[in-house]
């Protein structure tokens, strides 16, 4: 079991640009998450998907969108980058809401 | 509403004991304590829910007082594999089922 992976690891960006952030997870789990780090200012939610089929906005969602693609994939997706969006991108997925959630390894994303 | 950590930093020579506080604003359902160490993602460390039922880890232990709407972690005896950031995440009575994160609480255990 390769657990929540994301990709890519790295990205550097210029003010304007698109991308999207894939995550995926190989445990069978209803939710998905998306969450940014900035220093200082732990976790902060951006998108969430109870369960496929459903997408709901975190607690920062402005200049993000999100896609479930089917149960195991959730995007993330940056349509025209600011340096604001500068940080650390983990997704992570859980059996349902409320239950422990199973982070990936991150994406770290500047923007120029 | 973020919950409010405390204390910011710890730092501790191995063997030492450790607390750390989580409290909202919010009556809360449940608190969950995640520890992340330097450069990797979060990984679970234990759930408390409402009613006082507790799921996660043995070597560390964890209350969660409804009435003042706080939830305690306490480290003891650490050992080096104890470092790291740890955060608390809150559910509140009423709202969805996502727990919203502290800003985290980065502990330091010295030889």
């Known amino acids: 079991n390769a657990g929540v992976t994301q990709t890519p690891k790295f990205q550097v960006l210029k003010t304007g640009q698109s991308m999207t952030l894939q995550c995926a997870q190989d445990m069978n789990h209803n939710s998905m998450y998306w969450y940014r780090q900035d220093p200082g200012m732990g976790l902060r939610l951006i998108y969430y998907s109870a369960s496929e089929g459903t997408t709901d906005k975190g607690e920062v969602p402005n200049g993000y969108n999100v896609s479930r693609l089917n149960k195991r994939e959730f995007s993330l997706r940056l349509e025209s980058a600011a340096p604001s969006q500068t940080s650390v991108y983990f997704c992570?997925?859980?059996?349902?809401?409320?239950?422990?959630?199973?982070f990936g390894p991150g994406t770290r994303l500047t923007v120029l | 509403q973020q919950p409010v950590q405390s204390p910011q930093a710890v730092i501790l020579r191995e063997g030492e004991d450790a607390v750390i506080n989580c409290s909202s604003s919010k009556a809360l359902y449940s608190v969950h304590w995640y520890r992340q160490k330097h450069g990797e993602a979060p990984v679970f460390l234990m759930i408390l829910l409402k009613g006082g039922e507790q799921k996660g880890h043995d070597k560390i232990s964890a209350s969660f007082n409804e009435k003042k709407q706080q939830s305690s972690l306490y480290l003891t005896a650490s050992q080096l594999s104890y470092s790291g950031t740890y955060f608390c995440g809150t559910e509140w009575k009423g709202g969805s089922y996502i727990p919203t994160f502290g800003r985290g609480t980065s502990l330091i255990v010295h030889p």
């Open positions: 992570a997925s859980s059996k349902r809401e409320g239950d422990e959630q199973f």
